[in-house]
């Protein structure tokens, strides 16, 4: 790459720009501006601008479609895998790469793990009564060949829960999930504060300063207290 011509840059840019959203493309940018100014020693990067975020209205599902979508799942993997991300909030990989040591089911909680990402935070999370015991119908199914794992083979997830909103005309992703939890907490009256705590949102540095305020007891009084349910 010619640290004074942009042309380059122009081309490798312009078919993100146009396949992908507004994100990738703004991330992609960073990324050159970051290159180019720290290894090739050339402001030329700078010249390309980073889009505004848009803001995007994330239609979630009512309980009608969530129990429509969920009687569609076709095994109790994924009917404790769905029910497990719209009760507590936590990302894809989070759930997906969760070991049993991971979780205490007697108190329904998920204990923070960085392990599934260097670059997102997680803290304390919990789980209804329904995911429990979707999960246990699964267990008594599988726990044979579990090994420690919370779920076995999860690397088609995506393609089912995919399938599953075709069948159904119901559009549900883990992060769609992730979206009605936190719509459904805070109709439900919980503060964001505590529901940003319980999705991963909140910074080291805060929870280090106010652990008062996140401590596990104190966000599963909380989170008892929403009643959150998900299929009724």
Request: charged content about 30%; proline content about 5%; some cysteine.
């Amino acid at each position: 790459m010619n640290p004074e011509d942009s042309s380059s840059i122009r081309q490798f840019l312009s078919p993100i720009r146009e396949k992908w959203k507004t994100n990738t493309y703004s991330n992609h940018v960073k990324t050159l501006r970051v290159f180019c100014r720290e290894y090739l020693k050339s402001n030329i990067a700078e010249s390309f601008k980073i889009p505004r975020p848009s803001q995007e209205y994330v239609k979630v599902p009512s309980k009608e479609e969530l129990r429509r979508f969920y009687d569609a799942l076709p095994s109790w993997r994924e009917k404790a895998l769905f029910l497990l991300y719209a009760s507590s909030g936590r990302r894809r990989d989070e759930i997906l790469y969760l070991t049993q040591e991971d979780v205490d089911f007697e108190q329904h909680m998920i204990a923070p793990t960085d392990k599934e990402s260097q670059t997102k935070h997680t803290w304390f999370s919990f789980f209804n009564d329904e995911a429990l015991k979707a999960y246990q119908q699964y267990q008594n199914e599988v726990a044979d060949r579990l090994n420690g794992k919370l779920f076995e083979g999860t690397s088609h997830v995506n393609q089912i829960f995919k399938e599953t909103s075709e069948k159904t005309g119901v559009k549900v992703s883990p992060q769609v999930l992730r979206e009605w939890f936190c719509q459904t907490m805070g109709e439900l009256g919980v503060p964001d504060r505590f529901v940003d705590a319980w999705c991963g949102r909140v910074p080291k540095s805060v929870l280090g300063k106010r652990y008062t305020d996140y401590n596990p007891k104190r966000l599963k009084q909380i989170y008892d207290g929403a009643r959150l349910k998900v299929l009724s």
